[in-house]
């Protein structure tokens, strides 16, 4: 069975920065593209970024680009999202996710692509 587990999370003022992990268990993780998407209160969830199967290329939504990295080691079967210049409006609560197609040729933000998802991770950045 996969497990997802994310960690990392916080409180933290704007224009700081966090660094998030998501431990992935079960499977072959070296085969499945990996995202994260993010959920604010009284929001739907929302697609933040993905990595490609083999870490050769990523994806992002354009609220975060050039603010967020997104990495992987699947040696350690763990990705990684660097966040930098936080911003109040990215409190939200984090979610890692596993690509449900294996070796996936494309990126996918849609959230019925991913079907193993970890518990979240709060965010929160003050003004």
């Known amino acids: 069975q996969v497990q997802v587990v994310e960690s990392g999370g916080g409180l933290v003022q704007a224009g700081g920065s966090l660094r998030l992990s998501c431990a992935a268990s079960?499977?072959?993780?070296?085969?499945?593209?990996m995202g994260w998407f993010r959920q604010a209160p009284g929001k739907e969830r929302e697609f933040v970024a993905a990595?490609?199967?083999?870490?050769?290329?990523?994806k992002y939504a354009d609220s975060v680009k050039d603010r967020f990295t997104i990495s992987r080691d699947n040696a350690k079967n763990t990705v990684y999202l660097q966040m930098n210049n936080l911003k109040p409006e990215d409190t939200a609560v984090y979610y890692c996710?596993?690509?449900?197609?294996?070796?996936?040729?494309?990126?996918?933000?849609?959230?019925?692509?991913?079907?193993?998802w970890g518990q979240g991770t709060q965010v929160t950045v003050s003004s």
């Open positions: 996710a596993r690509d449900s197609r294996v070796r996936a040729p494309g990126f996918s933000g849609r959230i019925d692509d991913y079907n193993y």
């Open positions: 079960g499977g072959t993780f070296s085969s499945y593209n």
């Open positions: 990595i490609r199967w083999t870490g050769a290329s990523t």
